[in-house]
């Protein structure tokens, strides 16, 4: 294994400066590694379920990465002046549109589809001159917490292969963890970018909604879908939030604001005194009941450092939170019933004919959406289909929306007494694969209590590694909210915890991960599908 | 089959309509309502498309200011009230011609609100007509349905879907219930239906062609018994395509209706479906108020907010009403009530006001206008616009008359010539050498020769008959075939016989 993958987006920044390594270098290393744990070949496109490896990306394309690398190389060597990621790669969640590359969804649905068009992210991504890796797995349609949900196949958690990697984007989630990329874009509706971060020991940043342009962001609850970056450390989050934030015309509930400075704020955050008089609200509502032990130890640890580095701890309460995953449900479903109808297999994508019987335009279309989606979809459609009926929706999504109002003015009082809000990212650390996919599946629906809350409010929040539970070994998250357009304060209280534990644990979390490669070398993969 | 109607006069009998349209207005902005794919009509099918008009994944609306400028100047135009704040929602349902199986548009916070305009009939009576609401959506893209006899869906092999439509800005305008037309109400259907298309045209927003779709209107129609007050069951007619159709389709629609209740019927709540070729509406699909569309509010887009300096400068840029300009324009040509009601009726109000802009007199244009042309028109059944004759034509024509170079009969040949595309008045006369012959030399000898073919009337004429020389006139007109002004003609035969005119 090349050590050069274990250096952050910052790290290779400045190697790339100096000349130290070149960008060809970096980008091989990493597909190398995607080639060694990924059970990925590369730029196939074989998405077959229950490959032997980790399967965090559906797609990679090694000659494209290579061919950006290989001109960034050569436009430093000419003394041309670059963008501050150039030469860095990244992976890109495949429910973000790519053109030249297939894009998914993780979905029957879209199995062999190319985008005509990029992504407003996906073309920053490109004017920063960052070689493309691939398209990471996910739930279908972003619709789960646990990529289980994928139609091809799950992705593994590297810190145990039999356990969930989070969802939807667990992809992502384990790409950067498992050192396949140094960067990853996410996108979040509930949780979909922290929760996988929490499970996977990685950082991930859900920005103020309207942050970063969803042009191009296949969409699945639209006023709650924001895209995020997934990474090991704050201050690459911070990077790569300044690589696609901004204003987009394309993007009418994109916010006209300048973007950051979130890097400077990050590196400040980790000096020493950074959090001094920072006033840190707990949130009554999300902590310790229902929580796992382990989560609570590592929890209230962190906001013992915080403590002891200046930061004043206070208790608020969000008193409509404990409705928020009703609401949240509710209103999703509903946007998702609306935003999926477009799959009808007319213009693009799967078309299925009726195994029998007359072939007209409306059992075309059953047809296809019977067989293009997958259970976890369909039953959001019929749900969000119900919610919005005449005679249900003032019941339903009327009562959500004003449940979401409540959420909204809950957390501006919250800040009236403090600066940010934390709670433990997730109850529970990774479950196994298989646990939460049979029987009621409001079971994985309550992974998202403490992340649902801010996607409704449109605040932002990040998490980042708080240690490991006792009782599993396996990796905790801490959640930071701050109010709406102050994602700069997010990185730089995140930043200032992450070097607390760092300084605590002596290194990062990830060092103590296991070796992936021998944890996939041991592994029986045809018994835990 | 046909179905039973009653005669309107009986149906007028026993019965008061009640009606309602639902106009929709395509814009003519430059782009679509939310995207910047071209508005043209015409096109090669599916090549005014972009991802956003495919309704591809990841896509997203963006809504067009211009066609919200529109939106307000047809607003003000029809008395509505701007909101201040005004929102789009989804309307779901699954069909092929809407690429994302919904339809944005506006719900329950259109644009423009609560506005009336006063529709005047041929003889001058004027009803006012309440406008619930002008709201801001997108028009659905176009499915022709191939392999059957009839076009329609039923009976096709398959249907091809053109997307060059999807996303045209629409505006769609929604009456009140309009009660007490009785038996003018097909007239005020079409006079309602007219004006609309006037007051988009005028403002400049829509190129108005109804048989481009430009302006579609459903009539909604009721019958209630004579001397009661609560509305019957409407049905709703689609498909009705220019105003002698809209006046058809009402008319039909009561005796229609007449019939069914007379007979101890319930008329079906249901779109109706208007057949021009058989004047016949026919039953289309059923529709009842729980149509369920799922409608809710359109998370991709942020609320549409007007201020009022933005409302008064858009008022500022209104063009005169044409109600008004009609008033000015009847004044300023000093045309009789008759006469300019026969000018309005006839639609050759621009094509007067431009004429009169390049020159000619009233009086001219008129003649002109309401003419030859008007006649041409008619043989061709086609506007007056589009017989290809314009201002300009007739300006040349009259002064080529003024000139004497030509006269009247001539003057009719040569616009038919313009029409048929041989070039300008001007040009065809010189081309065809069309001229008046007004060489007196040339006429003496065809007066010499007319003279000596009929002695008798020379003498007739000697001897004090001066009318009598109008059948020389007639020979030598004749030998000049029709090229030498009459009037000179006149003049050389009475000179030439020594007899006072």
Redo the contacts between chains.
Sequence with gaps: MNELIKLSAAELVEKLKSSEISSVEITQAHLDRIEATDGQTLDSADRSAGKDGLNAFLHTSAQQALQVAEEVDRARAAGEELPELAGVPIAIKDL??TKGQP?T?ASRM?EG?M???D?TVTQKVRAARMPILGKTNLDEFAMGSSTEHSAFGVTRNPWALDRIPGGSGGGSAVAVSAFQAPLALGTDTGGSIRQPAAVTGSVGVKPTYGSIS??????M???LDQVGPCTRTVLDAALLHEVVGGYD?????SLNEPVGPYAAQAREGATEGGLKGLRVGIIKELNGDGFQAGVNARFNESIDLLKSAGAEIVEVSLPSVKEALGAYYLIMS??V??NL??Y?G???GLRKLPEEGPVT??RV?SATRAAGFGDEAKRRIILG?YA???GY?DAY?GSAQKVRTLIQRDYAAAFEKCDVLVSPTAPTTAYKLGEKTEGDPMAMYLGDIATVPTNLAGVPSISIPAGLADEDGLPVGIQFTAPAHEDARLYRVGAGLEALLNNKWGAPLWAQMPDTESLIRDFDFGGAK | MSEEILSFEEAMEKYDPVLGFEVHVELNTKTKMFDDAPNEFGDTPNTNITPVSLGLPGVLPVVNGKAVESAIKLGLALGCDIAEVSHFARKNYFYPDTPKNFQTSQFDEPIAENGSIDIELEDGTVFTVDIERAHMEEDAGKLNHMGGSTGRIQGAEFSLVDYNRAGVPLIEIVTRPIVGAGERAPELARAYVAAIREIVKNLGISDAKMERGNVRCDANVSLMPKGTTEFGTRTETKNVNSLRSVERAVRYEIQRHAAVLDSGQKIVQETRMWHEDTRETTAGRPKSDADDYRYFPEPDLVPVVTDSEWIERLRAELPEPPAERRRRLKADWGYSDEEFRDVVNAGAMDAIEETVAAGASPAVARKWWMGEIARIAKVREVDLAETGATAQTVVELNQLIEQKKINDKIARQVLEFVIAGEGSPAEIVEKRNLAVVSDDGALTAAIDDALAAMPDVADKIRGGKVQAAGAIVGQVMKATRGQADAGRVRELILEKLGVEG
Excluded: H, N, Q
């Design positions: 973000i549109v894009t969804a879209l589809w985008s005509p068009y992504g969803r042009y191009g962001v296949i969409a609850a639209s006023s015309p394309k993007d009418s509930t509903s946007e019933s609306s109808a477009k009808d007319v213009r693009f335009i409306e279309m289909t919005l009926s005449a929706y999504y």
